[in-house]
């Protein structure tokens, strides 16, 4: 047989330090309850400024959270976040963070993770980061590094006074060398859906830029504008170039 406690913990006062778990030396705390503030600290107990609900201390601190679904595609472990929605003090949940397995293969750590927010009585995903580092917005499987799916045509990505870049790096990042004549810096393709499989997506026309010399410097980099349309036959082809000159042909016969 053995006895089982339902009493309470407290303290005679509420205080910053009132309930602590000490190391074996007697004086390091391991976790400590601040009362006054409603938080609980774990780890080194340094003043760290702010009295959240849980921290966690110590050097390169972590907090892992584990699942024990089965091994299947889905299972994962996610964070919620709720909240007062009702004058009356009702709790719903705003949104959540999720990461999951993306496979059924035993053995593969290949994971996803996904943002959600609510839109009236349903918890929906906004944006997911595959194992290939691919971020799809209003999309599951981007078969790009950034896809964004829209279903109106009135929405889909705006920048106001902003810069979108294409830009090439010949060698790597961390080895870079520069861009060659004939290589192309850039493209800026229109694509559309052309039957009704998943995926098949392909570019009816686009705007490309190309090194029409080596690029020697940030004020000598010689490059073209490319113009290219598809027609109701054969693939895109360049219809109109502006070189880097400035002077513009429209390339006839196509």
């Known amino acids: 047989s053995h006895d089982i406690w339902t009493g309470k913990i ?15 030396d007697g004086t390091t705390p391991l976790l400590n309850v601040n009362t006054s503030n409603d938080s609980i600290r774990i780890g080194t107990q340094e003043n760290s400024g702010i009295n959240p ?10 907090l892992t959270i584990v699942g024990t679904d089965a091994y299947n595609a889905g299972g994962g472990q996610s964070i919620s976040y709720r909240g007062k929605y009702t004058s009356a003090g009702g709790f719903g949940t705003f949104g959540s963070l999720t990461v999951a397995k993306e496979n059924t ?9 996904t943002l959600s927010t609510r839109k009236g009585a349903d918890i929906l995903e906004r944006v997911r980061i595959t194992s290939a580092g691919r971020i799809g917005i209003g999309v599951t499987s981007p078969i790009a590094n950034l896809e964004v799916l829209s279903t109106s045509a009135t929405t889909g990505l ?90 513009g042909g429209i390339v006839t016969g196509k």
């Open 158 to 247: 705006n920048t106001e006074g902003g810069i979108h870049q294409l830009g090439r790096i010949n060698g790597t990042r961390t080895s870079p060398t520069a861009v060659l004549s004939g290589n192309r810096v850039g493209v800026l393709s229109f694509a559309g859906q052309y039957d009704t499989s998943i995926g098949n997506l392909t570019s009816g026309a686009s705007i490309e830029a190309f090194a029409e010399g080596n690029y020697t410097s940030s004020t000598a980099m010689p490059t073209n504008l490319r113009f290219l349309t598809a027609g109701t036959t054969g693939a895109r082809a360049e219809r109109m170039r502006i070189t880097s000159a400035g002077n």
């Open 53 to 62: 609900a849980l921290e966690v201390q110590g050097v390169s601190p972590s």
């Open 105 to 113: 293969t035993d053995g593969d750590l290949d994971s996803y993770m």
């Open 10 to 24: 407290y303290p005679q006062a509420n205080s910053t330090t009132a309930i602590q778990l000490l190391k074996a």
